[in-house]
């Protein structure tokens, strides 16, 4: 930890110490915790390095955690299916005391996703702290990396490279997508600060607003269309099995599973592909491509153009 504290320079003023704790500490608030370390940076980058440089540590962190956190729990999902289902399958099956297997499995699920939220809380306090106490904290891994990558200096007022510091903020915009409808506001925010600064990072941002709008507009779409689908092919199951002789009812029953499958199969298709797209998006915009989604990416550009 001390390689990450370093003592601020002391041209650091109290409300440049407070508006860095703020930006920290905004983890608290869970999926709109990132839109306060956003607001800091637009509104400091220009007034303050050591706010901006907080404010950017603050968003990734967030963010990156988000990433992360959703990981590990598909992971711990999967491991979940292939261990202690067929565990609790067979433990029904010999009537033998193993069917605690799961219950176990689902508590290590429990503890874990409440560890993670416990030190994913810890290092924003911890980064609030030692902001107020005047230090220079620095997330572990990517506190360095994202000083090396804005180009700070020694001395924490110096100036960030701006071209990066958009890029960055670019990158977080679309990382945002993880949180579908929550990460709307992030990029927005951005978007809507970002009138006279930056006409790329402007359209990164919509970009990252429209993308993910248009996947919580599918999923109703898919939901609303599922539902219809599930409750008119069971019902006309039903009907059509009702005559023991016609055997109507059984073709018709294997196609309602047969189009409920396929509507599984679209929908656990659909979700990786949404988040590989966000990304890619977030990858190439912190490198500094000019990064556009398929279709909206097109439509966009030419707008913006316009």
């Not at 007022?157 to 992030?186: C, R, V, Y």
């Amino acid at each position: 930890m001390t390689e990450q504290i370093a003592s601020a320079s002391q041209s650091t003023t109290s409300e440049e110490r407070l508006l860095a704790a703020l930006a920290h500490g905004s983890m608290i608030l869970s999926f709109f915790g990132p839109i306060v370390p956003a607001l800091v940076w637009t509104f400091q980058r220009r007034k303050s390095p050591y706010v901006a440089f907080h404010a950017l540590q603050a968003v990734g962190y967030q963010m990156l955690t988000f990433w992360v956190g959703m990981t590990a729990y598909l992971i711990f999902m999967l491991l979940f299916m292939l261990i202690a289902m067929p565990l609790m399958v067979l433990a029904d099956l010999d009537n033998s005391g193993s069917g605690m297997t799961p219950l176990i499995f689902e508590g290590v699920i429990f503890l874990f996703m409440f560890g993670f939220m416990g030190v994913y809380t810890l290092f924003g306090i911890v980064g609030a702290v030692f902001s107020l106490l005047d230090k220079d904290f620095k997330y572990p891994i990517l506190g360095k990396w994202l000083e090396k990558y804005l180009g700070r200096g020694a001395n924490p007022s110096d100036p960030l490279n701006a071209d990066k510091e958009d890029q960055w903020m670019a990158a977080m915009g679309h990382a945002s997508a993880i949180l579908l409808m929550w990460g709307l506001f992030t990029p927005f925010v951005i978007w809507l600060t970002q009138k006279d600064s930056s006409p790329r990072l402007r359209f990164q941002s919509l970009q990252a607003v429209i993308y993910p709008a248009l996947a919580v507009v599918g999923y109703f779409v898919f939901m609303a269309l599922y539902m219809f689908m599930f409750f008119a092919l069971f019902a006309g199951a039903i009907v059509m099995s009702g005559n023991p002789q016609d055997s109507t009812g059984a073709v018709f029953l294997l196609i309602f599973l047969g189009i409920m499958l396929i509507f599984m199969l679209v929908f656990a298709l659909a979700i990786p592909t949404y988040h590989l797209f966000a990304m890619i998006a977030g990858i190439q915009t912190a490198k500094g491509k000019d990064y556009r989604y398929p279709l909206i990416g097109r439509i966009l550009a030419k707008q913006f153009q316009k």
